[in-house]
Each structure stands twice: as structure tokens, then as C-alpha cells.
């Protein structure tokens, strides 16, 4: 049985996001979210990584949710694609 989604992981400038695209390429689910950007001095952004972490994980699980709640599992993703990690 062909596996239906892949997921890709995009790590914005300012937030997280996880995106389910089915075998044709159609976005089944999505989910974001900000993190916090600290600026230690003028021109510089830092991140605390472990809240980047954690908001990661958090947009993989509720995209991994949304597709149970359709009769799917986890083992239907065929792959995990990232950008920008």
C-alpha cells in the first residue's frame, strides 16, 4: 500500500511550522507557531532552543493528530522533509 503523506518542516525566522501534503501534493493539515525571538543587541536575533524544540515537536504531533482523527496513523507518512533546519 502506497504511504499518503509527507511531511515538511519549515523553521521561519519567527515560528514553526509543519505541513501534511498528500501523494498528489495537496495539503491535508497544518500547524504553526511563534517562538520567542530574544535580541541581545541591535542586528542580532537569538533563539532559546529548547522552546524551538518543543514548538517543533508540538506542530508534528498536532498534524500527526489531525490525520488519525481521519483513520490514519503515523506510519502512513512516507517521509519528513525539512527546510531551513
Not at 509543519?18 to 493539515?29: A, E, R
Not at 511563534?34 to 524544540?53: A, K, R, S
Request: net charge negative; charged share 20%.
Amino acid at each position: 500500500m502506497m504511504k499518503e503523506y509527507i511531511m515538511a518542516l519549515d523553521q521561519g525566522t519567527t515560528s514553526s511550522r509543519c505541513i501534511l501534503f498528500d501523494h498528489v501534493g495537496k495539503i491535508v493539515t497544518m500547524a504553526q507557531k511563534e517562538f520567542t525571538q530574544i535580541y541581545p543587541q541591535p542586528g542580532w536575533v537569538q533563539m532559546n532552543i529548547d522552546e524551538f524544540l518543543n514548538i517543533t515537536v508540538e506542530c508534528m504531533k498536532k498534524t500527526v493528530d489531525a490525520i488519525k482523527g481521519k483513520g490514519y496513523s503515523p506510519s502512513d507518512i512516507a517521509a519528513v522533509m525539512g527546510d531551513g533546519i
